[in-house]
């Protein structure tokens, strides 16, 4: 089989380009792209997300759920602010050893998961590199004041989930899961969630991170957890790569949520949000998620 | 000395943010970055870039130039278009034998770059890697219909190139270049360039690319190159890595530019577009640089 090293730089970039289908695309081939600006009554929002192979990712993986996987943790991001997404950057970072139709099932795959929430791609490169990696840069909008934040929890507020937790790397989820971004847009757009993130590192990390960053402790219920099928409580607290959302909400406001909400997605109330730096954890291991100390899924 | 597999990933991104100057970060910390849209009468830009070490730099380059280099190839890119960057997202790939310091002095370099064209740092993301790899991704803004693209040249045209050519990996110029922000901007305004892009593969490769975008040919004299010093018209052609402006200009607008260029970059006339796909490059090698098949600059 053809490996890539037998390819120009602008013939990958064609092949890049082939994958992608042409109303998906706009700008590409310029040094930049050039977008309209949202209307006046929007903000901007952006993100940036890697994934690397060995961390993220294996080469035993399909190709088109490394792609889709790249995508969709930025989607996630975009859905935990309650935004928009409408147009990506990708970076791949490509080792001549990937063959040429590996590295296409997994444009394919990257530019499914767009297409499903109309997101463009304005610009793609390719680097030769020794790993394989991708950098999925995204561009978004939120209507102005509307963008939900992580530091703005208030004590007394419930916390919630949406989905189940646990065993997402050891069941293949870290790579097919949906981005929340409608239910993430419905809580933004009716103010619903006074601060959220998503669970890319795990409720053990993510949850912390949200009290540290509104200056609060948190108070959970083991039992209370949606733990995945074939997981446990320490697993839903503490594999990671759950991408569901995590976000608080008023006391005042849990009724009308409960009655409101449109979604399939299981929801789940998980615990409070207290004063002070207090983590009551009911007897659960807060480990988390770091991927700085976490064991390569492969050698 | 320390090594980075003792830190978490928070406290990288906290020693990240510690060197980058308060007034020029936004956003950092939450899902996504947050920002106000551009005036009504703008379009957004939008540019990512990836440097990889052992093809874009070495690790014995000194880390602030590493870190100039990663943000400053994407404002090339936004010279190019003509266009005001505004902010990057970054995100780096980081084995854990590079020291902190090391990572500070390349976070240094890459907030110096950004403040010297009041860039501002709306995210930025470690991921463990075993390469040591940038991307940045930039937004910005440009006044609407006046972004400059490269599929827009005509036969006539003249042909433009800022500064000098070649030997810029030799000098380590490619490390240190100054990307014409400036230039650009006022080329775009002004309407004074009918086609532009920068020169990062070297003109060798780049303006065969601005002529087939086009769907036109070239003609350029060897003797009229602006060569650097210490190289030669090979050099020029070939080496790449110049970061200087490729631009036309229409023969009626050649007066008006020459006489109201108010820079003390150097601005040289190589050649004209001509019609159909003819190269007529004057006995010059016109092999360009491509980085699927350069030498790695280290093993």
Same sequence: chains 1, 2.
Avoid at 95 to 113: F, H, K, L, N, W
Avoid at 130 to 147: H, I, P
Avoid at 211 to 235: E, N, T, W
Wanted: hydrophobic share 40%; proline share 4%; aromatic share 8%.
């Amino acid at each position: 089989m053809a490996t890539g090293h037998h390819l120009t730089e602008d013939q990958w970039i064609r092949r890049w380009l082939a994958r992608w289908p042409r109303r998906l695309t706009s700008g590409v081939g310029d040094d930049c792209a050039v977008l309209p600006a949202p209307a006046a009554d929007h903000d901007l929002v952006l993100k940036t997300d890697a994934i690397v192979q060995g961390t993220h990712f294996t080469s035993n993986d399909p190709p088109r759920h490394i792609g889709q996987k790249a995508v969709n943790r930025v989607l996630s991001d975009f859905a935990a602010t309650g935004a928009t997404p409408l147009t990506l950057l990708v970076s791949v970072g490509l080792p001549a050893t990937i063959s040429p139709a590996v590295v296409e099932q997994c444009y394919a795959g990257m530019a499914r998961a767009a297409a499903k929430f109309d997101v463009t791609l304005s610009g793609g490169e390719t680097t030769r590199s020794r790993e394989w990696w991708f950098t999925v840069s995204g561009l978004g909008q939120v209507k102005k004041g509307r963008a939900v934040r992580r530091d703005t929890a208030a004590a007394g507020d419930f916390i919630f989930v949406t989905g189940t937790l646990g065993g997402s790397l050891r069941t293949g989820r870290h790579l097919t899961f949906t981005p929340r971004l409608a239910e993430g847009q419905w809580l933004a757009a009716r103010r619903l969630a006074s601060a959220m993130m998503d669970l890319s590192d795990g409720l053990g990390k993510d949850l912390p991170r949200l009290a540290a960053a509104s200056g609060l402790g948190f108070a959970i219920s083991a039992g209370a957890l949606p733990v995945a099928r074939g997981s446990d409580a320490h697993g839903a607290v503490n594999d990671g790569e759950d991408f569901e959302l995590l976000f608080t909400v008023r006391p005042g406001e849990i009724k009308t949520l409960m009655h409101a909400w449109p979604f399939d997605t299981k929801l789940t109330t998980i615990g409070v949000m207290v004063s002070g730096g207090r983590m009551d954890v009911d007897g659960l291991v807060f480990s988390g998620y770091d991927q700085f100390k976490k064991l390569k899924v492969e050698s």
